[in-house]
């Protein structure tokens, strides 16, 4: 299996270390560009609460934590609220289709079925590639900050990184096991992508749509972006407990789920 | 003989969404045979037939609707992953990794199948260089891959679907050799085609395989030999070709000058018609068997 699980990480290198520098790149921004927003900011504060507040609620954020008198809401605000999230789903869907579904599409599937490994481990191995890769993604785009923040003279609290990453493994990983369960089900990679795509696009309306009206207010549960607190991780150095819970147990279920069910179906490629 | 594949009352039924609903297609309908140590067996039907269906249930990609298929013994689905040690398949049409080199397919195979010196053998004997990607092969390269694959582990069973489509004769030649030499050693091979030259040139025993269903097992040489012959009569004067149209002949094509007769079973009748004819030519063949394949679809 160990073969298989270095295999597919192999195959997805280039992926997994563009998305990296990608994000390593917007971390070096936000890193230089922080200096100059912390001269100014009596003057962005004045023209943040110039703003109605629906705007920042429309993009799930909270006027409250947009505060520029430290580095950590700074780059919650700019970083870890929206350019974050979508870099590692687009990143983990694109990562998760291209295994089972993406094998039988391209045919590649029969050549691992045909030797003496299980379904399970095949599946496992696969998993445990993805998991491997976020972990790594988590750790280049997040703990860029150590070596940028010394580079530019920006204080930094390290704890607070060890948090934010902790939920953004917790958040990807979530996502990256709907991503598996769908591979499982479809054979075609589009269909498993598009359909996760709609599921977490669904998720974030639902959390928006949730903070505008009250009678709807209970419908931001179904939401992991509800969950995805990173104002609560990257300021507050703190995890929701039942953040931790939904996205383990949306991982483990959606993981099993994917196990049986690809043990289980007819496999043409 | 001990059998290698035991096939027992194997159904594979598919549902489609269709324009009136859910259809179920039969792609495969209760069909029984063996195949034992030692032979190589030749399942032959046009596309659609549903050969690789079978093949795939042998393999346990897809599970049967209903009966059940032994290898060496052991029940396909439960046993799946040890009998993937004693088994070497070759897809219909092989789809590998396109950014993985020859050489990095042989290695990941040999990783989960353990190392083997005879892949540098085959690639040697198939003249085949395993430094490029997938990619960058030209089909007879990518078929040649698969079958440096399917065969490096010395299978005791080699199952292969159209194992020489897109090689050139002479390395057809080099398969089939090296197919001589495996069952030379008792090794089992079950083969997937519709090329019928090639069935009649290595398989000692073919399927023949109609709309899911099985519509004769023979010996190749039963077929060829007892079964059909053709009979090309060329004539001097003018003939009717309504008097040879009789019982035992199956087909009549037409010649120029003459015509060609498919019979079945005893042809004295027709030499007996044909002499009260006077001949230009005459030739008496067994039927290729292509003409008996052609045969199994037209009356069964």
Redesign the interface.
């Known amino acids: 299996m160990l073969?298989?699980i270095w295999?597919t990480i192999k195959?997805r290198k280039v992926s997994l270390v563009a998305y990296s520098l990608g994000a390593l790149i917007f971390m070096e921004m936000y890193v230089a560009m922080f200096p100059f927003f912390a001269e100014k900011q009596e003057e962005f504060d004045k023209l943040l609460q110039a703003y109605p507040k629906e705007v920042f609620q429309a993009m799930g954020m909270d006027l409250a934590d947009f505060t520029l008198s430290n580095f950590e809401s700074f780059l919650g605000v700019e970083h870890f609220s929206l350019v974050w999230p979508i870099m590692v789903i687009i990143f983990v869907i694109a990562f998760g289709g291209a295994q089972i579904a993406g094998e039988i599409e391209?045919?590649?599937i029969?050549?691992i079925?045909?030797?003496?490994?299980?379904r399970l481990k095949i599946f496992l191995g696969k998993y445990l590639a993805g998991v491997a890769s976020i972990v790594a993604f988590c750790v280049v785009s997040i703990f860029a900050v150590i070596p940028l923040a010394a580079l530019h003279g920006v204080e930094y609290r390290l704890e607070n990184y060890w948090t934010m990453s902790i939920l953004g493994f917790l958040f990807a990983l979530a996502i990256f096991s709907l991503s598996m369960l769908a591979a499982s089900i479809f054979s075609e990679k589009g269909k498993s992508n598009f359909t996760v795509g709609g599921i977490i696009i669904l998720m974030y309306v639902i959390n928006v749509i949730s903070s505008f009206k009250e009678s709807l207010k209970d419908l931001r549960y179904l939401s992991f972006f509800y969950y995805y607190d990173y104002s609560m991780a990257i300021i507050d150095n703190k995890i929701d407990g039942l953040t931790i819970w939904v996205f383990l147990g949306v991982s483990v279920v959606a993981a099993i789920l994917g196990a049986l069910w690809f043990m289980r179906r007819?496999?043409?490629? | 003989m001990t059998n290698i594949i035991e096939i027992t009352d194997l159904k594979k039924y598919f549902s489609s969404l269709g324009t009136r609903g859910r259809d179920l297609i039969k792609a495969v309908d209760g069909i029984s045979f063996q195949v034992e140590k030692g032979e190589v067996f030749g399942f032959l039907g046009p596309n659609g037939a549903g050969k690789t269906t079978v093949i795939r249930c042998f393999m346990d990609f897809i599970r049967p609707t209903a009966g059940n298929i032994k290898i060496f013994g052991d029940d396909a689905h439960q046993e799946s992953v040890s009998l993937n040690k004693r088994i070497g398949y070759l897809p219909g049409n092989v789809q590998l990794y396109d950014k993985w080199t020859g050489q990095e397919h042989i290695d990941f195979i040999e990783r989960l199948k353990g190392r083997t010196r005879d892949a540098k053998d085959l690639i040697k004997r198939f003249d085949f260089d395993p430094h490029r990607k997938f990619k960058h092969y030209s089909s007879g390269n990518k078929q040649k891959l698969g079958l440096i694959l399917a065969l490096m582990h010395q299978p005791e069973l080699i199952i292969m679907d159209e194992p020489t489509l897109g090689l050139d004769p002479l390395l057809q030649n080099e398969i089939y050799d090296i197919f001589d030499e495996m069952q030379e050693r008792g090794h089992t091979i079950f083969v997937s085609s519709h090329n019928l030259p090639e069935v009649q040139r290595i398989c000692d025993r073919v399927g023949i395989i109609k709309e899911g269903k099985l519509v004769g097992i023979e010996t190749v040489s039963a077929l060829g030999e007892k079964r059909l012959r053709r009979i090309t009569a060329r004539f001097d004067a003018k003939f009717e070709k309504e008097d040879f149209r009789f019982d035992g002949v199956e087909r009549i094509e037409d010649l120029s000058d003459g015509l060609i007769l498919t019979v079945r079973g005893d042809i004295n009748p027709i030499v007996k018609k044909l002499a009260g004819h006077k001949l230009l030519d005459l030739e008496i063949s067994h039927a290729t068997l292509e003409d008996v394949f052609l045969e199994f679809y037209k009356g069964k």
Not at chain 1, 113 to 118: H, K
């Open positions: 073969s298989l295999r195959d391209k045919g590649t029969e050549t079925l045909a030797q003496p490994i299980s007819d496999i043409a490629a």
